[in-house]
């Protein structure tokens, strides 16, 4: 018995035996079992062929297609019942910053990935606030705190 043989892929899937016990059974490795059961679900493509080419029974293979698409269709229905809550979508809207060439031939954002901006607010005491050229996501801050400031008008 040729053990070396053994371990090399078989077939156009590259279906491999990662081990085989003393009983004669064999383990299959994980990437080649699904590209083969992949295959047998491609119309037009016999089950059985694909079964012999690969040294493997028929009926096992069925039983791998059979478990693949239960899975399948187990993750779909999981994934169909988490679809995010409306509001946990933000529109923002930025205008993208014109790309300048360097010298040396790379493009890049003249501002950065955020676009800078400018908030100015005035307070009921009459004390105004500017803030310019600043991140986006601190300004989403300041005017959040802002929003919290209790300031007595004068």
């Known amino acids: 018995r040729g053990g070396h043989m053994e371990m090399a892929p078989v077939g156009s899937y590259g279906l491999e035996v990662v081990r085989v016990t003393r009983n004669g059974r064999r383990y299959y490795g ?35 297609v059979k ?17 995010p809550d409306p509001s946990a979508f933000v529109r923002v809207e930025t ?8 010298p040396d031939g790379i493009a890049s954002r003249s501002a950065g990935l955020v676009p800078s901006a400018r ?7 009459g004390v ?10 601190l ?9 919290h400031c209790h300031v007595p008008a004068r």
């Open 128 to 137: 105004s606030l500017t803030l310019e050229g600043c991140d986006a996501r």
């Open 67 to 83: 478990k693949y698409q239960e899975r399948q269709s187990a993750n779909e229905q999981r994934s169909a019942g988490q679809l």
């Open 30 to 64: 994980r990437a080649g079992k699904v590209r083969l059961v992949e295959a047998c679900l491609e119309p037009g493509i016999s089950l059985a062929r694909l079964a012999l080419e690969h040294g493997v029974n028929a009926n096992q293979l069925r039983k791998w």
């Open 95 to 102: 205008s993208p910053a014109p790309a300048v060439r360097h």
């Open 139 to 147: 300004l989403v801050v300041m005017i959040d705190a802002l929003g």
């Open 119 to 125: 908030l100015q607010a005035s307070m009921p005491n």
